[in-house]
């Protein structure tokens, strides 16, 4: 990797995906990159991209620069990611060389900032910690063992769990600094740590995930050439867009547009974009139950995102209840930037849930309330100005605090503390 800047601090992130993936997690965590290196020297460790392999990812460099960001993709397996048994293998070469970098490249003077993703990577800075002293942020995506548990992929009772819970008490112990994307987070793990020995709840720092507002920005549906494109522009849309995986809610509001279609209201729509584990299994529910008005459509390409967002007249996060507290949907950012009415189906407690109540953005529905969702509908598209108002409310609640300029200057704040006590 190039030379540290003398005159800056350094700071090292530390995540399988970065640019040019187009995941999430590598857009969000590029954009903090590029964002903070007018004030650190920022380096990345990463993975090769493996999230939409292809030819044009087959070619990038093992190391470069890319807006001043120095980037080392490290030779880590990549493996069938949607084969378990593979994925596993790719999170232990990937941790392995991790903890192999951070020991013959860093110093205590160095920051880093290790991801939750993959679960096993926080291991490679806590040990790096223990050999030579780095100090470590953890930003936790996701609560691991808590998250496989809670989806009953595994169980709690098992050997591996307990061990987990214990090698994490040692992780969450040790950090210098902890980062947690909503209050619902940092409680339970507040309540995880509780009586832990040489843990303060002090370190840890609630900063929200973000999206570009310059980007996804409220575009009327009326002009919008993706609505059009696809006949949207006549009823009420209510729209889910991203993965659609083990945790995300969706049976509520299919079953409430089938609860509309028995009473006659056929304006009212379900827009189903993206792709996942649990999509086939939606898509027969729907064939079973000869709902009319839900409609998948595939992963769209991400330039379009602004069109595909709002092409609609309401947004969907669901989030099922069992998941409370152990990450925060990242949907809740990208539906407040579009300014359209959010329905969160999710548990009392999770962080979309206390938003839209906070922000008065929408609406909150309990998972399994399928009337109370068909009647938030229906009111929503019988008072357009109803509807408008909260999608207002939305985006002026997303620039208020969900914007980029928000999370990196609160990440400037934690680099910078974390630095002072190095």
């Given amino acids: 990797m190039?030379?540290?800047n003398e005159n800056r601090p350094s700071v090292t992130l530390v995540t399988e995906y970065f640019y040019p993936e187009e995941a999430s997690t590598a857009q969000l965590l590029t954009s903090l990159a590029t964002s903070l290196q007018d004030s650190f020297d920022v380096s990345v460790l990463t993975g090769r991209p493996n999230y939409h392999p292809g030819d044009e990812t087959e070619s990038?460099?093992?190391?470069?620069?890319?807006?001043?960001?120095s980037i080392e993709r490290l030779p880590a397996t990549r493996l069938d990611k949607d084969t378990l048994p593979f994925r596993v293998v790719n999170w232990i070469t990937f941790t392995l060389l991790v903890f192999w970098r951070l020991v013959r490249t860093r110093s205590s003077d160095d920051v880093v900032l290790v991801l939750s993703n993959p679960p096993l990577l926080p291991l490679a800075a806590w040990a790096a910690k223990r050999l030579c002293g780095i100090s470590y942020g953890?930003?936790?995506?996701?609560m691991y063992p808590d998250f496989p548990v809670a989806l009953s992929m595994i169980s709690d009772e098992s050997i591996v769990v307990r061990w987990w819970k214990g090698v994490?008490?040692?992780?969450?112990?040790?950090?210098?600094?902890?980062?947690?994307?909503?209050?619902?987070?940092?409680?339970?793990l507040t309540a995880k740590m509780d009586g832990g020995p040489a843990f303060s709840s002090e370190k840890i720092k609630v900063i929200p995930n973000w999206e570009d507002g310059d980007f996804i920005t409220p575009t009327p549906k009326s002009e919008n050439s993706f609505a059009h494109e696809e006949g949207l522009t006549d009823s009420f849309v209510l729209l889910y867009s991203g993965n659609i995986g083990r945790f995300h809610e969706l049976r509520t509001a299919i079953d409430?547009?089938?609860?509309?279609?028995?009473?006659?209201?056929?304006?009212?729509?379900?827009?189903?974009?993206?792709?996942?584990?649990?999509?086939?299994?939606?898509?027969?529910?729907?064939e079973q139950q000869d709902i009319r008005n839900v409609q998948f459509l595939p992963f769209q390409p991400m330039e379009r995102l602004p069109e595909t967002l709002?092409?609609?007249?309401?947004?969907l996060v669901g989030i099922i209840p069992e998941v409370e507290g152990m990450c925060v949907s990242s949907k809740l950012y990208s539906a407040l930037a579009?300014?359209?009415?959010?329905?969160?189906?999710?548990?009392?407690?999770d962080e979309v849930a206390r938003a839209v109540r906070d922000h008065g953005c929408g609406a909150h529905i309990r998972p399994g309330d399928a009337e109370a969702a068909a009647e938030t509908l229906a009111e929503w598209a019988e008072n357009p100005t109803l509807s408008e108002d909260l999608g207002e409310r939305a985006r002026s609640s997303f620039e208020a605090n969900y914007t980029r300029s928000h999370a990196v200057e609160a990440?400037?704040?934690?680099?910078?503390?974390?630095h002072a006590h190095s």
């Avoid at 470069?64 to 960001?69: A, L, M, T």
């Avoid at 709002?310 to 947004?315: E, G, I, L, N, P």
């Avoid at 579009?338 to 407690?349: C, K, Q, T, W």
Wanted: glycine content about 10%; charged content about 30%.
């Fill in 138 to 142: 953890y930003l936790i995506y996701d």
């Fill in 310 to 315: 709002t092409a609609c007249d309401a947004s």
């Fill in 168 to 188: 994490m008490r040692m992780v969450y112990r040790d950090a210098d600094q902890i980062v947690v994307l909503g209050d619902s987070m940092k409680e339970r």
């Fill in 60 to 69: 990038v460099p093992t190391r470069e620069q890319h807006e001043g960001v």
């Fill in 411 to 418: 990440y400037r704040g934690l680099f910078e503390q974390m």
């Fill in 338 to 349: 579009a300014g359209r009415p959010i329905l969160a189906v999710v548990g009392e407690d």
């Fill in 2 to 4: 190039e030379p540290a």
């Fill in 256 to 286: 409430a547009i089938g609860l509309l279609e028995k009473r006659g209201r056929d304006d009212i729509e379900f827009v189903i974009i993206g792709e996942g584990a649990r999509k086939a299994d939606h898509q027969r529910y729907v």
